[in-house]
């Protein structure tokens, strides 16, 4: 148990819908990860936050927003769905904001557009 | 830009078998990270190793052996008497320049190697 939370960990909806998906870090971790892990895309870096704040965008859509609250919890808001959106949402946690930190990454939610 | 290939799709071995997942990585910056994670059937991704790019030595902990070499831009990863228990998506990752500005923390993942352990 890697002490990140994800939840849901499925979630079936139509095209068009909006879905939020939320992560809990590990206790003390100050960074929070978003990854995609697609069949044709692999696993593609989304956007990173520390401590309130956003480091780093990656290959994130502009349909797609995220934010991390004082708590440190992160949600992953995904609006407009499209068939291709369907994948596994993993969300990482580190203590610090430091290039090669080790990630610690939840279990992922499974996303699935109909 | 960044890039992690690993041309091994799948592979399979008799159990107590070696098998090693090769990793190629292209990068401009002098100093990174590489990373190996390992992602079983329940799905999670799971930390393996990070190795910065200072030091060449290869890295052993138990059944599993790390070889790191710069020259080829490889970091290839072998399981010495394989288990069932390995079986799993395993994946190389890189991560940026160890002395960039915030900004620069993600991870460039390959497209993993699933490696299948048979009994």
């Known amino acids: 148990d890697s002490g990140v939370t994800q939840t849901p960990k499925h979630l079936i909806t139509a095209t068009g819908q909006r879905v939020t998906l939320r992560c809990s870090p590990r206790s003390g971790d100050l960074s929070v990860y978003w990854y995609q892990q697609s069949l044709d895309q692999g696993l593609q870096f989304l956007i990173h936050y520390y401590n309130g704040e956003e480091r780093a965008k990656g290959n994130i859509l502009e349909r797609f927003s995220a934010q991390q609250f004082p708590d440190l919890h992160s949600e992953l808001n995904l609006s407009s769905l499209e068939l291709g959106d369907s994948a596994l949402y993993f969300c990482a946690s580190s203590v610090v904001s430091g290039t090669g930190e080790k990630l610690f990454f939840g279990s992922g939610t499974q996303l699935s557009v109909l | 830009a960044q890039k992690v290939t690993q041309a091994q799709t799948e592979i399979s071995v008799v159990e107590k078998e070696d098998v090693t997942l090769d990793c190629v990585y292209e990068?401009?910056?002098?100093?990174?990270?590489l990373f190996w994670y390992k992602q079983p059937p329940s799905g999670e991704l799971v930390f393996l190793i990070r190795?910065?790019?200072?030091?060449?030595q290869n890295e052993i902990s138990g059944r599993y052996s790390w070889n790191f070499q710069k020259s080829t831009s490889s970091f290839n990863f072998t399981i010495t008497a394989s288990q069932v228990v390995d079986s799993a998506v395993y994946f190389c990752a890189l991560s940026g320049d160890v002395w960039s500005n915030f900004g620069n923390e993600k991870l460039t993942f390959g497209t993993g190697t699933r490696l299948t352990i048979i009994p």
């Open positions: 190795r910065n790019s200072f030091d060449e």
């Open positions: 990068t401009r910056d002098t100093t990174y990270y």
